[in-house]
């Protein structure tokens, strides 16, 4: 069964940086996507950074320029925040497809991301 963890959640001021991180096990292959959401309460879980299996990567309009994904292998997944805003004060979460499925299966339990103003 496919596990993810997320850590390096916090506090921060605005403009300070973070990293999180995310160790999958369970059957995590090179051949799956991997990304990360966030979720504020009573909104819309949001796309924040994915990486295909081929290194491409995407993200969203508002973390253009500030976060960058990135992975180390098949079980390592990073999202590296920079100029944090407030409006980025949400739970982070990881997030796993596996080869052939057309949606983000696997999710992990969170880790929250306050930015103080």
């Known amino acids: 069964q496919v596990q993810l963890v997320e850590s390096g959640g916090g506090l921060v001021q605005a403009g300070g940086s973070l990293r999180l991180s995310c160790a999958a096990s369970g059957g995590i292959t090179t051949r799956d996507d991997m990304g990360w959401y966030r979720q504020v309460p009573g909104k819309v879980r949001e796309l924040v950074a994915s990486?295909?299996?081929?290194?491409?990567t995407t993200y969203g309009d508002s973390v253009k320029g500030r976060f960058t994904i990135s992975r180390v292998n098949a079980e390592m997944v990073f999202l590296q925040m920079n100029s944090l805003k407030p409006e980025d004060t949400a739970d982070y979460y990881c997030?796993?497809?596996?080869?052939?499925?057309?949606?983000?299966?696997?999710w992990g339990q969170g880790t929250r991301v306050t930015v103080s103003s």
């Open positions: 997030t796993a497809k596996t080869y052939g499925s057309t949606q983000y299966r696997y």
């Open positions: 990486i295909a299996s081929g290194g491409t």
